[in-house]
């Protein structure tokens, strides 16, 4: 077997992997990066690229100063019996500097979230803004030949190939009917699209997730890190108490890759691993994860086989996400996470017997923790989506965009279910007409007068955030009517695992005895999640990656060889 040598060895090539390469790498470590599969950027490439990274930089600038005690007062009420003091400071204290790091000495730029507040906006030290940030959007030939080795986008969450940021950019694609600015914009945008598909084959304007890894694999290229596709670990080196590297399945054969300074695994969680879900998961047999395929926790196993633990106490095993199944024309089954529409006004979840069980405009984690929490032991875990065609064409529901794209194909296909009158949509869906119907009643009666006394939609800022701001009285709430009637079937899915290795502020592996391994760190999905399987804000899967990755290749440049 051939035997290579490097400092550190990173294993995936997601946000956690890439910032503690890039990190090593500026540090002047020389670094290999092992991925699994021929392209790079696993889930993160296909994520809306969220950072949740309190007192950052961008916010500092624009005026938004925060002490450290309010996110930390934050997540000390939301996260409770999970709040784990040591990790949470070593992500609190490095999440600015980190962001900061990239900005000044990488390729990696940001723009800021400063609209974007924390999803509890009740519970003391609650973010108001400027706790969020995302890769400013990357012309992709800034990655020359490396661009053939970048993911794909997700099919499910682009329009025509193209991915959209949340705010201004997805705002003008939802206003093109009613706004000639937006219009232009997207003709714009549009027109660009076609010409790089022609020349490129794929798209070239990147935003959100692959935004962040287009920026990283730059910035990786620009310190020399050595990027490997198709060479997934299989097994670590272990040697003396210390973790020495790691064997590489290539096309060439195995290959061992000594590592000085130490190994990071990050290869994504287990969002694939049957065993390991069916241990953990609820309703797993129903549960459709979003993640990439390769996600089929690697680095669990891997850093179990040299004494590691996973920590299975969180609150949640997994980042939940409602998600609806999409039949395309080419015969496939696509994934669509219910991110956006389910804040608008007019629209409501309900289960089989016809009544709401959550505030549908709340984060999408508790709209699936609410569900299986509802539905009936033995019963299928499932809600569906209901609202009027009105309000389909204005927000869009699911994958079914707003006018002017037509909504009749997923009408025939049977993605969207119609019913003229209520009780007919009911019929269809198998849902219970009566229950419907007295749930409608109900609900319409408060909504025209802009309230929802029974779950208080609208009476959070992350509730309003989400609904529309020229919807009054209340921006989250609007009475369901006049048919005819849609609706769209969701069921449990996910964005990513929470349970992971046991980790030290340091993203060092733990043992049984909570001492580190040596040698070995943890980061990303692979680490055990220090919002402790919470779901506190959007962006609290990518910040930590990235911070926890920063700590970890800045732990690695400090170790001796
Ligand atoms: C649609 C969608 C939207 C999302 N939006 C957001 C958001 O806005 N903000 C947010 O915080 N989170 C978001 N998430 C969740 C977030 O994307 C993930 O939690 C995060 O990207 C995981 O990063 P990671 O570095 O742990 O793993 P990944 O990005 O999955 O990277 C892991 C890599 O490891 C590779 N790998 C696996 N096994 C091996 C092996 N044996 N050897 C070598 N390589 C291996 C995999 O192929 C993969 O490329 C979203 C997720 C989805 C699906």
Known sequence: MSVQRCDVLVIGSGAGGLSAAVTAAWHGLKVVVAEKEAVFGGTTAWSGGWIWAPLNPLAKRSGIVEDIDAPRTYLRHVLG?????????????????????????????????????????????????????????????????????????????????????????????????????????????????????AVYRRGMQLRNGLALVGRLLRSAADLGVDLRESSPAIRLIYESGSVRGAVLRTRQGEVEVRASRGVVLAAGGFPHDPERRQALFPANDQHLALAVLSATGDGLRLGESVGGIVDTTLAAPGAWCPVSLVPFPDGSIGRFPHIIERGKPGIIGVLANGRRFCNEGNGYHDYVSAMLAAVPKGEEVASWLICTRAFQRRYGLGIARPAPVPVEPLIKSGYIKVGQTISELALICGIDPDGLERTLAEYNKHAREGRDPVFGRGSTPYNRLQGDPDHKPNPCVAPIERGPFYAVKVVPGSFGTFAGLKTDGSARVLNSTDRPIRGLYAVGTDMANVMGGHYPAGGINLGPALTFGFIAGRHLASQPN
Not at 115 to 128: L, N, S
Not at 173 to 183: E, N, Q, Y
Request: net charge positive; proline share 4%; hydrophobic share 40%.
């Open 81 to 197: 019996n999970n709040f784990d003091e040591v990790r949470v400071n070593a992500f609190l204290e490095a999440a600015p500097q980190m962001v900061a790091f990239f900005e000044e000495k990488t390729a990696l730029q940001f723009q800021d979230g400063n609209r974007i507040c924390d999803t509890y906006g009740t519970v003391p030290g609650a973010g108001t803004g400027g706790r969020s940030v995302i890769a400013a959007p990357y012309d992709a030939r800034g990655l020359g030949n490396l661009v053939k080795r970048l993911r794909h986008p997700l099919r499910e969450t682009t329009f025509l190939g193209m991915t959209l940021q949340a705010g201004a950019d997805l705002g003008a694609f939802m206003s093109v009917t009613r706004s000639p600015r937006a219009l232009g914009y997207v003709a714009r945008r549009l027109g660009r699209h076609v010409v790089d598909l």
